[in-house]
């Protein structure tokens, strides 16, 4: 059961090579440009189910925004908790990444908190330099296990760099592949997005949430261990929330679902009724 929740956890934060549209794919430059808004102090948080079993919960958060030599950036963080009681769970991470204005990463940690110390992986990306600087090891007390770098020719996306790039394209009508760098790998990630808007329901609310849909596949082990195949719906707004997640793994399918929210003078847009 530990497992499949690994698997689960942050279905939104990572996408792999996968194309059943017909659509022309991107190439991995692009000229930014969304609507959409990200706002400081938004917190989303989500329930994590298997069938009729609750495993646990998600957070992400929107922690601050900066300005540094005219760019933008946003520092963002997320926190997987597994509910106390499930058998053969105790899952507590935490992983944190810094975006620019195009939301790929500069800056990505991730914390493990295992039985007897918490681990950590960070992920410096200087593009200036057009290297990355790993580090990896453990807290209390301090002891490095990695120190060393890599080449960065292009911008990267990281697990949770990916979100909120998926937030900024949602309901675009376009296939992107975009450079990620997972677990110390370079990936390639393919995205399909979709225009089309159709009702999402969920207990948040009592109305149809009106969405747009994503999916991809994931043939490489990103964080949480997500990988294979999924789906993705985003509200149909400025703020492009993410809503559900489904995804398949060996045992059945997981759902990951908006359970609420902390964002102001926000609410899940209503889906017309037909």
Same mark, same amino acid.
């Given at each position: 059961?530990?497992?499949?929740?690994?698997?689960?956890?942050?279905?939104?934060?990572? +996408?792999?090579?996968?194309?059943?549209?017909?659509?022309?794919? %991107?190439?991995?430059? @692009? #000229? /930014?440009?969304?609507? *959409?808004?990200?706002?400081?102090?938004?917190?989303?948080?989500?329930?994590?189910?298997?069938?009729?079993?609750?495993?646990?919960?998600?957070?992400?958060?929107?922690?601050?925004?900066?300005?540094?030599?005219?760019?933008?950036?946003?520092?963002?963080?997320?926190?997987?908790?597994?509910?106390?009681?499930?058998?053969?769970?105790?899952?507590?991470?935490?992983?944190?990444?810094?975006?620019?204005?195009?939301?790929?990463?500069?800056? +990505?940690?991730?914390?493990?908190?295992?039985?007897?110390?918490? %681990?950590?992986?960070? @992920? #410096? /990306?200087?593009?200036? *330099?057009?290297?990355?600087?790993?580090?990896?090891?453990?807290?209390?007390?301090?002891?490095?296990?990695?120190?060393?770098?890599?080449?960065?020719?292009?911008?990267?996306?990281?697990?949770?760099?990916?979100?909120?790039?998926?937030?900024?394209?949602?309901?675009?009508?376009?296939?992107?592949?975009?450079?990620?760098?997972?677990?110390?790998?370079?990936?390639?990630?393919?995205?399909?997005?979709?225009?089309?808007?159709?009702?999402?329901?969920?207990?948040?609310?009592?109305?149809?949430?009106?969405? %747009?849909?994503?999916?991809?596949?994931?043939?490489?082990?990103?964080?949480?261990?997500?990988?294979?195949?999924?789906?993705?719906?985003?509200?149909?707004?400025?703020?492009?929330?993410?809503?559900?997640?489904?995804?398949?793994?060996?045992?059945?399918?997981?759902?990951?679902?908006?359970?609420?929210?902390?964002?102001?003078?926000?609410?899940?847009?209503?889906?017309?009724?037909?």
């Amino acid at each position: 059961m530990k497992r499949v929740f690994i698997f689960l956890l942050f279905p939104f934060f990572a +996408f792999t090579p996968f194309n059943k549209s017909n659509k022309n794919i %991107t190439s991995f430059e @692009y #000229n /930014f440009f969304s609507n *959409k808004k990200l706002q400081v102090g938004e917190e989303l948080t989500y329930e994590v189910s298997y069938s009729f079993i609750k495993l646990g919960e998600i957070k992400i958060i929107v922690r601050n925004q900066r300005i540094e030599n005219g760019k933008t950036y946003y520092s963002t963080i997320g926190y997987i908790d597994s509910y106390s009681g499930v058998p053969f769970v105790d899952l507590h991470q935490i992983y944190a990444s810094t975006l620019n204005s195009e939301y790929y990463s500069v800056f +990505f940690r991730g914390l493990v908190r295992d039985k007897d110390y918490t %681990t950590y992986t960070d @992920y #410096n /990306f200087n593009y200036k *330099k057009s290297i990355i600087h790993i580090k990896k090891g453990k807290l209390q007390p301090p002891e490095l296990w990695t120190d060393s770098t890599t080449s960065a020719l292009r911008e990267y996306q990281d697990g949770l760099s990916l979100l909120y790039y998926a937030r900024m394209h949602s309901g675009e009508s376009e296939t992107v592949n975009l450079p990620c760098f997972v677990k110390e790998k370079k990936e390639n990630t393919l995205i399909n997005f979709y225009p089309n808007v159709t009702g999402v329901t969920i207990d948040a609310v009592n109305y149809p949430v009106a969405c %747009t849909h994503l999916d991809g596949e994931m043939k490489f082990i990103s964080i949480f261990g997500l990988t294979g195949y999924f789906e993705g719906w985003f509200t149909n707004d400025d703020a492009a929330v993410p809503v559900v997640a489904k995804m398949k793994v060996i045992i059945g399918n997981i759902r990951v679902e908006l359970k609420s929210w902390k964002r102001d003078g926000w609410m899940p847009p209503r889906y017309p009724k037909s």
